[in-house]
């Protein structure tokens, strides 16, 4: 049992012991100092574990979400970049591989496997990327590390994503940027340079000196146009990871009967608006920059570089008595940075939907 | 003294034994505290591996980069500040590319702006423009080895 303590309020005994028998139920100042202290220790230690559950949770979100979008019957490629059993190291080939995860596709004869996407140097020989468990929900997801000069991923098979402008698509992934340099590639179907200017089905890369300089932008080759959104709004280097997506939709044909689309950009869910479209501002190249070339010489699908035409970059490896693409094909503007998802859907989704792929990812 | 009677002894006034429950508790979550402390995950290093070349004594060297224009690099020799270093595909000279403001007048389409970036990367060697690349970690293990 506590001690009374002294009153303070004399010598009254009457009193003296009424206060004492009322104190003694009472703490002392030390002891609630210490109570809130620890209390404070272990709020302090339980909160990191809290936030970390609410990762967790998102995580577990985003993989449930994605997995939905393996089942749909337009889902071409899903790379969730978790590999089999949450490790990035496929059975197939340990380290080497981003594994397609999409298993619903409704297109006659596709076979997921063939649109795995292999991991490569452009010098040959071993691949520099690092995996790393740094993607968007922390140490609970995988990111690749494009090293901004060698690194690429390449998906070999083009068959089913040989998109023209008679279909939509839409391609979503979320990079992260080092630091942003012009030409960063973050996706291409293209022959850059190709003796009819810049042959490309589709691509996004970064260019900072478009529009005003110094702000963030981003082109997009889609088909026969050239497009630029002069500001997006949105500081890369120090955005973290940002969601972006690029989708065409085909409007039917103009009075000379030729194709006609709306391309629109998505940058975090929110689309660009108007772009300026630079291949108008130098019609001579109409009717060059397009995407049949690419489709005829089975050009493949490039993550964090651009397929640029040799004999216009590199003449000097170039041999003209050699009609392979790998002769005809080059790799250039590596992209520097991180990626953890990449989809692309043989249809050109709805706003909503973008959306709704951008909030179930975001951390 | 046995380990009974040390129990009754602090268990049996009130004071000792708040004393004894608080000491307890604040070994616990010290113990916990510092467990935390040391195992926590470590996050991997930022930015990518990079073949970079020094300013001044041209030493060539590999190191991670995240903003090579933050000069925050130097280099491992001299202490120098460094560049991201390219290598010249027509005679094989490796430099660093210096910052240049583009034109922005003259560049409408995708190959002009391309063309542009072909110029401020151009080889002070030999002039050429369009083969010219950011050196890659293969090439600088083929030419320097484990360096």
Same mark, same amino acid.
């Given at each position: 049992m506590r001690?009374?303590?002294?009153?303070?309020?004399?010598?009254?005994?009457?009193?003296?012991?009424?206060?004492?028998?009322?104190?003694?139920?009472r703490f002392t100042?030390v002891e609630i100092m210490m109570t809130?202290?620890i209390?404070?220790?272990?709020?302090?230690?339980?909160?990191?574990?809290?936030?970390?559950?609410?990762?967790?949770?998102?995580?577990?979100?985003?993989?449930?979400?994605?997995?939905?979008?393996?089942?749909?019957?337009?889902?071409?490629?899903?790379?969730?970049?978790?590999?089999?059993?949450?490790?990035?190291?496929?059975?197939?080939?340990?380290?080497?591989?981003?594994?397609?995860?999409?298993?619903?596709?409704?297109?006659?004869?596709?076979?997921?496997?063939?649109?795995?996407?292999?991991?490569?140097?452009?010098?040959?020989?071993?691949?520099?990327?690092?995996?790393?468990?740094?993607?968007?929900?922390?140490?609970?997801?995988?990111?690749?590390?494009?090293?901004?000069?060698?690194?690429?991923?390449?998906?070999?098979?083009?068959?089913?994503?040989?998109?023209?402008?008679?279909?939509?698509?839409?391609?979503?992934?979320?990079?992260?940027?080092?630091?942003?340099?012009?030409?960063?590639?973050?996706?291409?179907?293209?022959?850059?340079?190709?003796?009819?200017?810049?042959?490309?089905?589709?691509?996004?890369?970064?260019?900072?000196?478009?529009?005003?300089?110094?702000?963030?932008?981003?082109?997009?080759?889609?088909?026969?146009?050239?497009?630029?959104?002069?500001?997006?709004?949105?500081?890369?280097?120090?955005?973290?990871?940002?969601?972006?997506?690029?989708?065409?939709?085909?409007?039917?044909?103009?009075?000379?009967?030729?194709?006609?689309?709306?391309?629109?950009?998505?940058?975090?869910?929110?689309?660009?608006?108007?772009?300026?479209?630079?291949?108008?501002?130098?019609?001579?190249?109409?009717?060059?920059?397009?995407?049949?070339?690419?489709?005829?010489?089975?050009?493949?699908?490039?993550?964090?570089?651009?397929?640029?035409?040799?004999?216009?970059?590199?003449?000097?490896?170039?041999?003209?008595?050699?009609?392979?693409?790998?002769?005809?094909?080059?790799?250039?503007?590596?992209?520097?940075?991180?990626?953890?998802?990449?989809?692309?859907?043989?249809?050109?989704?709805?706003?909503?939907?973008?959306?709704?792929?951008?909030?179930?990812?975001?951390? | 003294?046995?380990?009974?009677?040390?129990?009754?002894?602090i268990w049996t006034d009130g004071k000792r034994r708040n004393i004894a429950i608080m000491s307890i508790l604040i070994?616990?979550?010290?113990?916990?505290?510092?467990?935390?402390?040391?195992?926590?995950?470590?996050?991997?290093?930022?930015?990518?591996?990079?073949?970079?070349?020094?300013?001044?004594?041209?030493?060539?060297?590999?190191?991670?980069?995240?903003?090579?224009?933050?000069?925050?690099?130097?280099?491992?020799?001299? =202490?120098?500040?460094?560049?991201?270093?390219?290598?010249?595909?027509?005679?094989?000279?490796?430099?660093?590319?210096?910052?240049?403001?583009?034109?922005?007048?003259?560049?409408?389409?995708?190959?002009?702006?391309?063309?542009?970036?072909?110029?401020?990367?151009?080889?002070?060697?030999?002039?050429?423009?369009?083969?010219?690349?950011?050196?890659?970690?293969?090439?600088?293990?083929?030419?320097? =080895?484990?360096?």
């Amino acid at each position: 049992m506590r001690k009374p303590q002294q009153s303070f309020r004399g010598p009254d005994s009457e009193s003296e012991s009424s206060c004492s028998k009322f104190r003694t139920a009472r703490f002392t100042l030390v002891e609630i100092m210490m109570t809130m202290i620890i209390i404070a220790i272990m709020a302090a230690l339980l909160l990191p574990y809290l936030k970390e559950a609410k990762t967790q949770a998102k995580y577990v979100r985003w993989l449930q979400f994605n997995r939905s979008a393996s089942n749909d019957p337009d889902c071409l490629i899903n790379f969730n970049f978790q590999g089999n059993s949450n490790n990035p190291l496929s059975a197939e080939s340990p380290g080497d591989v981003l594994v397609n995860s999409s298993i619903g596709t409704s297109s006659e004869g596709f076979t997921p496997k063939l649109y795995n996407g292999y991991l490569r140097n452009k010098n040959g020989g071993a691949h520099n990327f690092e995996w790393v468990r740094a993607g968007r929900f922390g140490r609970f997801k995988w990111a690749l590390q494009f090293n901004g000069s060698d690194t690429y991923v390449l998906i070999p098979t083009t068959n089913a994503i040989d998109f023209t402008p008679y279909t939509g698509f839409t391609i979503l992934c979320w990079v992260k940027f080092d630091k942003l340099g012009f030409g960063d590639t973050i996706f291409s179907k293209s022959l850059w340079g190709t003796a009819s200017d810049a042959a490309a089905q589709y691509d996004m890369y970064y260019n900072p000196y478009a529009g005003s300089f110094g702000q963030g932008s981003f082109d997009i080759d889609v088909f026969t146009t050239c497009g630029t959104w002069t500001n997006t709004d949105v500081d890369f280097d120090k955005a973290g990871w940002v969601h972006f997506a690029l989708r065409y939709k085909a409007t039917g044909m103009d009075a000379q009967g030729k194709p006609t689309g709306e391309i629109t950009a998505f940058i975090n869910g929110q689309p660009l608006g108007d772009y300026v479209d630079t291949t108008n501002e130098n019609p001579q190249t109409a009717t060059a920059t397009g995407y049949q070339p690419c489709i005829d010489m089975r050009v493949p699908f490039i993550l964090g570089a651009a397929g640029v035409y040799r004999k216009y970059w590199d003449p000097d490896t170039y041999d003209p008595n050699d009609p392979s693409l790998a002769n005809e094909m080059a790799i250039k503007f590596n992209f520097q940075g991180k990626m953890d998802e990449l989809l692309v859907y043989k249809r050109a989704l709805k706003d909503s939907e973008i959306v709704q792929h951008y909030d179930m990812g975001k951390e | 003294m046995d380990i009974k009677e040390i129990g009754l002894y602090i268990w049996t006034d009130g004071k000792r034994r708040n004393i004894a429950i608080m000491s307890i508790l604040i070994l616990i979550s010290g113990s916990i505290l510092i467990y935390n402390l040391t195992h926590q995950p470590k996050p991997p290093p930022p930015g990518a591996i990079r073949v970079v070349i020094c300013k001044k004594c041209k030493y060539v060297d590999l190191q991670r980069i995240i903003d090579i224009s933050s000069g925050i690099y130097k280099c491992r020799e001299c =202490g120098g500040p460094v560049g991201l270093a390219w290598k010249c595909g027509s005679c094989k000279y490796e430099y660093y590319i210096l910052d240049s403001k583009p034109d922005l007048a003259k560049m409408k389409n995708t190959m002009q702006k391309f063309q542009f970036t072909t110029r401020t990367s151009r080889c002070p060697n030999c002039n050429e423009e369009k083969n010219v690349n950011p050196m890659t970690v293969s090439e600088f293990k083929n030419e320097y =080895g484990d360096r």
